[in-house]
């Protein structure tokens, strides 16, 4: 399951810069401090992945720090989130943070499969990073949004979910009741569970009224 926090090694093209221990934000933040002070490109690497940069930062040529993201791997959580924005013209990733640049379901292993460029101040960045850290998976199924969260407990994994639509109403969590030896095939009965349930027909709750003062 994926966790928020993971060794980073950071570099410039030259030489390693040093290694944090954190998060996706957390590596974010650093890269900024260190554009503030230099031009020189810096990246971030995960430690089991020290070949292709999970993030990139650089001033251009008006002074503006750009930072990119980047996916490298064609399985997991945080390809079925980038897969499922790609596939409903969403151009940005669950948090809103990242626009998405570009996006391939299939290339081959050294190849990026995805890119997503940063769009908001680095420290509004939330602490745990949706795609990518969270475990949670996001899918869009006809009018609605649903977001499913594993969940490890004494008989194996298992999930609950969510379903939204677009007026900002909302159902769940609700549990799946049923386990299994990975979280990945809790999330995909979660999802299928979500579908059937909107397939025969949702009502959703109505929006509490907003008090005024």
């Not at 260190?34 to 070949?51: C, F, K, N, T």
């Not at 939204?164 to 049923?178: K, Q, S």
Request: glycine share 8%; aromatic share 8%; no cysteine.
């Amino acid at each position: 399951m994926p966790t928020d926090i993971r060794e980073f090694q950071i570099r410039t093209p030259d030489r390693p810069v040093g290694v944090i221990h954190g998060s996706l934000r957390d590596v974010v933040l650093e890269i900024h401090r260190s554009l503030s002070m230099s031009r020189v490109v810096v990246s971030a690497y995960l430690g089991e992945d020290p070949s292709r940069p999970l993030v990139t930062g650089y001033m251009d040529g008006l002074g503006r720090i750009e930072i990119y993201r980047y996916l490298n791997s064609a399985s997991g959580t945080e390809f079925e989130n980038w897969l499922d924005a790609d596939r409903h013209k969403i151009q940005s990733l669950p948090d809103g943070a990242w626009t998405i640049n570009r996006f391939v379901e299939m290339a081959p292993p050294s190849v990026v499969l995805g890119e997503a460029v940063l769009r908001v101040p680095p420290h509004e960045l939330p602490r745990v990073d949706f795609a990518l850290e969270s475990g949670m998976r996001r899918m869009h199924y006809g009018a609605y949004l649903v977001d499913a969260t594993p969940l490890q407990e004494i008989h194996g994994w298992t999930a609950h979910y969510v379903i939204r639509d677009g007026d900002g109403r909302a159902l769940g969590p609700i549990g799946i009741h049923t386990y299994y030896e990975s979280f990945d095939r809790a999330l995909e009965m979660a999802l299928s569970f979500a579908e059937t349930m909107i397939d025969g027909g949702i009502t959703l709750p109505e929006l509490e009224p907003q008090r005024k003062g």
